[in-house]
């Protein structure tokens, strides 16, 4: 799945179109909304397992490689870092304590730096029940048999249960702890017959590290990772200009995505790779925005919104008064859209429901009226599109009665 940058581009230019002619006629509130950058989005976007499904399985195992490529990644991301003898292990920390039993293994060997130990030592570790600890909701007995895997073996795994459908993303993690790393990442890609992959996509913090990778592999798609404040004080369209002669992507921080980033990406034909995008809620708001693809410890619920049209932009509440309320809801794409309403959160109550259909006609905006409602009375509302499990939720409260004396 993936969503072309032309697509991008004319989303970006379609939303530059004011609605001016159509706005003089509607009500205020629907004004606002349709001015609020609305339009529909491409599904077509790159499902990004960070750490492999981390969410479900130890992240950098097999376990979780595995878990992402069932739930339909589009791409596993792999951390890398380098062991004593030379071996690159799927591992995101320099250390070793957080992610292994090492401490209990080796007692002795503190601070468990990962460039302190051989690949047969780190072999012997349990890279499974720390997971089973953290997260006794996801544990599974066959976590306590994972190993710490070498890139090689990741790349075996992709191949083995990818179908050839499933595209690797590996960071050079700390290169700079690790002189010769980037020749390594390639020699090991080119052993597996990776390098001239369509679906590769190199990543790195460090700009150094990826000027290296393009040295020795001029035509592999390199994406630069942005941190909080990494972008402060920078012109943003400059940078990525400056960036876009050696990178086909940018992979910000999801704190640093607005509309203006994406346009400077975008204008320097850069794909926008957000990471680490959790909440479905999150997902819709920075697809509406015009990303190419996001970095997810939640592989399914990703590839979940992307399945069939959903609810694309916030809902908007509006013309409140003593009984009557307008709920207006912007979609994807075509879909019916079900709009309910209950004075309990849980909508036990009866409540009332109402359906509409968003069209491509109606720039897939739709709204509705409730009437008949109480006065001064709180009412929530959940809104999806039919038959996405993407729900918005959010409250109104009806005004205090008139006095019509
Ligand atoms: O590679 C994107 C993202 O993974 C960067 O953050 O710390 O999770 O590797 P981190
Ligand atoms: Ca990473």
Redesign the pocket.
Known sequence: MKKSLLAGLICLSMTAAPYSGLAQSLPTTEVKYRQMNLRPITTEVMVIA??GASAYGPENTLAAYKQAIMMKADYV?I?LQMTKDGQLIAM?DETLSRTTNAKELFPDRAPWRVKDFSIEEISRLDAGSWFNRAYPDQARTEYTRQHVPTLEEVIECVQKYGNGKVGLYI?T?SPSAYPGMEEKVIEILNKTNVLDDRRLFL?SFSEQSLRKLKQFAPHVKLIQ?YKKGMLAGKNVYQEFKRVSEYAAGV?PFKELVSRKLIKAAHQNYLLVHP??VNSQSHMASLLSLGVDGQ?TNNTDQLVDLLEKPFISHEVAKGDITDSSAVLWAGTNGDASVQFQISTDSQFKNDPIVKTSHADDKHDFIVSVEFIGLKPDTKYYYRVHAVSSKYTVTGSFQTAPTENRN
Request: charge should be negative; charged fraction near 45%; proline fraction near 0%.
């Open positions: 960070h750490r991301e951390d995101h960071e993690k990543e990772l992979g990471w680490t970095f």
